[in-house]
């Protein structure tokens, strides 16, 4: 069993900035594949962000690239979401998921073994 804890989510002005965290607790985590969806009130979840711990390939949705950043974090086991100009549209639910095998589509939430608790982040007009 792994467990996602996120933390880093808050209150932001449009244009600022947030970094989130998710810790894993997995003792075979290079084997993993790691992501960030969202989810806003009344809205479907939403992909935002995928890392292949093994190999390091990345992909984005398409309205977060060249504003978010996704990356293996300092600490063992961590994984990070770097987010600036951020835009109203942006405040959700940030969710850290992660999975055993490769999904066949990263942007596919039932592709996801694991889901962390969430965390909120608002960003204001």
């Known amino acids: 069993q792994v467990q996602l804890v996120e933390s880093g989510g808050g209150l932001v002005q449009a244009g600022g900035s947030l970094r989130l965290s998710c810790a894993a607790s997995a003792r075979t985590f290079s084997n993993y594949f790691m992501g960030w969806f969202r989810q806003a009130p009344g809205k479907d979840r939403e992909f935002v962000a995928f890392?292949?711990?093994?190999?390091?390939?990345?992909d984005y949705a398409d309205n977060v690239k060249g504003r978010f950043t996704i990356s293996r974090g300092n600490a063992k086991n961590t994984v990070t979401l770097q987010m600036s100009s951020l835009k109203p549209e942006d405040t959700a639910v940030y969710f850290c998921v992660a999975a055993r095998d490769r999904p066949l589509s990263s942007d596919n939430p039932n592709d996801y073994d694991y889901w962390g608790q969430g965390t909120q982040v608002t960003v204001s007009s």
């Open positions: 890392i292949s711990w093994a190999t390091g390939r990345i």
